[in-house]
Nanobody, 126 residues
Framework: QVQLVESGGGSVQAGGSLRLSCAAS????????IGWFRQAPGKEREGVGV???????TYADSVKGRFTISRDNAKSTLYLQMNSLKPEDTAMYYC????????????????????WGQGNQVTVSS
């Protein structure tokens, strides 16, 4: 049973924009935390932005001012709008959700997330 289904992504030149979508089952969508992570080849998975039911949205410093998370509650869908993309944004992007409130204080900790999407590749060329 797939809980998180991602779409979007692709290839774009530096300075361009892309949008990722993450459709979730209702149970998973209403998790304590739901957000986006990414993993570049040879690197650890890192947090990009997370929506927390207590505390709102938090972003990694590397994407602040360029990436925006939004939610469509009627569709149980999370979005990641990525603007002013840079080659260093190239990675596999994952949607993830955490049921445990531990995620409020550990939003960037991969281990607290119970559900993961299949991943979508984003490639930014210079």
């Amino acid at each position: 049973q797939v809980q998180l289904v991602e779409s979007g992504g692709g290839s774009v030149q530096a300075g361009g924009s892309l949008r990722l979508s993450c459709a979730a089952s209702g149970y998973v969508y209403n998790s304590a935390c739901i957000g986006w992570f990414r993993q570049a080849p040879g690197k650890e998975r890192e947090g990009v932005g997370v929506f927390r039911t207590v505390g709102g949205i938090t972003y990694a410093d590397s994407v602040k001012g360029r990436f925006t998370i939004s939610r469509d509650n009627a569709k149980s869908t999370l979005y990641l709008q990525m603007n002013s993309l840079k080659p260093e944004d190239t990675a596999m992007y994952y949607c993830a959700a955490a049921r445990n409130y531990d995620c409020y204080s550990a939003s960037w900790s991969v281990s607290v997330y119970n559900y993961w999407g299949q991943g979508n590749q984003v490639t930014v060329s210079s």
